[in-house]
């Protein structure tokens, strides 16, 4: 469970902070992908398709932000579903639009951050591969072979977003950890934090 | 000490355990290019020029990452000049198309290389400065789309919708990457004052 003193689990209070950041990527992807597919509509079905999913997402967001704003305490297994949720919107966006090329791959992006700065590494990971798996799967479905270059480089960035997102949250973690450490000593030795940098674990 | 921390202190503190993410985030960018370049090269002279941008990123990020591994963080100004190579170096491959085949401007896909370099940005500078550097970033690539091909995007409504999704969300993690800044900030700050007979912290929030 401990590492040098830090939780390896997310505390509570991470999943309360973290969660308001997942609200706010929620939201964005409610209006942009609201405005985004009322701007262009490829057809009738895939206008269906979205807006039941958009605003079934905006519901959901709705009731979550609610219950950040009463102070409720956080529900980790609601925070998880509603997470599985933005991915698989995400990716049902993609397949009503045909698949690859997919222009709403890019809301993958802001909703892996949100992720990764929220639940430890071992959950983002798994969110991670979540959706790399499902976009990878749509490209392989839908995509030509002329196109394999494209998809390895958007299932890199995919990778890439949440793995910066979860170093720093790791960093921010340590950096707590260590100030509480530090602030406990600080009567006796007051000097004890000042001259060197702190090396990150 | 920790107590009589000033803001600027705390702002360096922040560069040194950030640029962690910076360079992690290069990393990314520079594979994407290889891929990009290795992988579309048709003729040797495309791979000699091509790789160019590949080997540059690498030396800058051997650099920054060797610093810090010694303990000599690099300071503000490096950190910056580095963030601003970063984005000169993607909007130059998505504005000449470098490594062909795939296209350029709006058809390239290297913009993806923008968001990592964004978000890393996001969690290590002040908030004001990573605004001016999202909109900069955000002109760059609208830039580099027009001056590719502005006819095809200014004409065409669904490579401008194709457009416009990709700037909200690379405004949108720049967004999202600096709250969380200020969340954690906010922490580090409640953490400090709850100790017994500590002051507010003087950075404010």
Redesign the interface.
Known sequence: MFRNGVPRVESD?DLA??Q??II??RW?LVV?GLV?AI??PGGLVELQVAIVVILGLALGNFALHTQVLGKGPSMARVVYAASVADLAAISLLIISGGGFPA??Y??Y??AL??IS?TFRTEVMALYTAAALGAYGLIAVVTASGGD???V???L??L???P???N??WR??RD??SR??Q???V??LT?????GS????A | ???NRTTAQEAA?DI???Q??MN??RW??I??AA??IL??AERTTDLVFGIWPVVGLMAVNFYLHGRRIG?R?ANPRLIMLASVLDVAVITVVILTGLGA??GDGIHS??F??Y??VV??FA?VMQPRTTVVYTVAVLAAYAGACVLADGTTVLSS??EL??L???L???A??G???T??WR??RR??HA??AE?P??ANHPAGS
């Open positions: 209070d902070h973290g308001s950041v706010a990527a964005i942009a985004l701007w262009n222009a709403p890019v809301f992006l802001p951050l949100a700065v394999l270059l494209t390895l480089i958007e890199l960035v990778a890439a977003v793995v910066c997102g170093v720093y960093l921010e950096r707590r100030a509480g530090q602030t406990e600080d009567p007051s000097q004890a934090a000042e940098w702190p090396r990150p | 000490m920790l107590r503190e040194f355990f950030g962690l993410v992690w985030a990314f960018v594979g994407a891929i990009l992988g579309t303990e963080p085949g795939l896909p290297f993806v290389a968001y990592p978000l890393a969690f409504s669904a919708e194709k416009a999704a990709r909200i969300t690379l949108a993690v967004g999202l990457g709250y969380f969340i954690q922490r580090r953490l400090l100790e007979g500590v």
